[in-house]
Antibody, heavy 127, light 109 residues
Framework: QVRLLESGPVLVKPSQTLTLTCTVSGGSVNSGDHYWGWIRQPPGKGLEWVGYIADSGSAYHNPSLKGRLSISVDRSKNLLSLKLSSVTGADTAMYYC???????????????????WGQGTRVTVSS | ETVLTQSPSTLSLSTGERAALSCRASQTVISSYVAWYQQRPGQPPRLLIYGASNRATDIPDRFSGSGSGTDFTLTISRLEPEDFAIYYCGLYGSSPLLTFGPGTKVDIK
């Protein structure tokens, strides 16, 4: 059974860089069947895809984060990391580590969906 | 950019009733790109439906997904107490690459 465990600071000051890690167990960040990444949820609001990374190392980011985001993996430790620079109050959220599986449909369209979720780690940006 | 709209924003029903939740895309999408997620209070989201109509692992058969084009529906045939939650539809393949609707809250009448 795949388990995702997020960790990181609870409080980050504005303009600083937020760094989160996610330990993947029961699965591998090296496998090609899942992309691994992050989804966030501001307090009382909906879900926002942050980004994910493929086994090839190619990363896909939400354009709204405008170059502030870096997602990487440590393959030896089965660890996923997020770095978000120049944070503001708008980055206050619950951050979920996630695994995105994929399928090919009957018309040969490939698609992804999030079938693995961590419990989340709450981050507040405040001075 | 494809925007997802969900309706109603809140659905008040009783245990045993049928729930139909709507997700509408601002333009035609490939049906398989639509998924549904459930989020119970204080819990992370959970995948219910992928590819518009495929139940995820261990999801009871009272949950079903349907739709095509711009209109998609999540149906819960008979509400159980644990089904009172927020439901999000999600879309792959637009810009950003993955997006979510604003959610429908199903609460107890």
């Amino acid at each position: 059974q795949v388990r995702l465990l997020e960790s990181g600071p609870v409080l980050v000051k504005p303009s600083q860089t937020l760094t989160l890690t996610c330990t993947v167990s029961g699965g591998s960040v090296n496998s090609g069947d899942h992309y691994w990444g992050w989804i966030r949820q501001p307090p009382g609001k909906g879900l926002e895809w942050v980004g994910y990374i493929a086994d090839s190392g190619s990363a896909y980011h939400n354009p709204s984060l405008k170059g502030r985001l870096s997602i990487s993996v440590d393959r030896s430790k089965n660890l996923l990391s997020l770095k978000l620079s120049s944070v503001t109050g708008a980055d206050t959220a619950m951050y979920y580590c996630s695994g995105a599986g994929g399928r090919i449909d009957n018309s040969n369209y490939f698609y992804r969906y999030f079938d693995y979720w961590g419990q989340g780690t709450r981050v507040t940006v405040s001075s | 950019e494809t925007v997802l709209t969900q309706s109603p924003s809140t659905l008040s029903l009783s245990t045993g009733e049928r729930a139909a939740l709507s997700c509408r895309a601002s333009q035609t999408v490939i049906s398989s790109y639509v998924a549904w997620y459930q989020q119970r209070p204080g819990q992370p989201p959970r995948l219910l439906i992928y590819g518009a109509s495929n139940r995820a692992t261990d999801i009871p058969d009272r949950f079903s997904g349907s739709g095509s084009g711009t209109d998609f529906t999540l149906t819960i045939s008979r509400l159980e107490p644990e089904d009172f939650a927020i439901y999000y539809c999600g879309l792959y393949g637009s810009s950003p690459l993955l997006t979510f609707g604003p959610g429908t809250k199903v609460d107890i009448k």
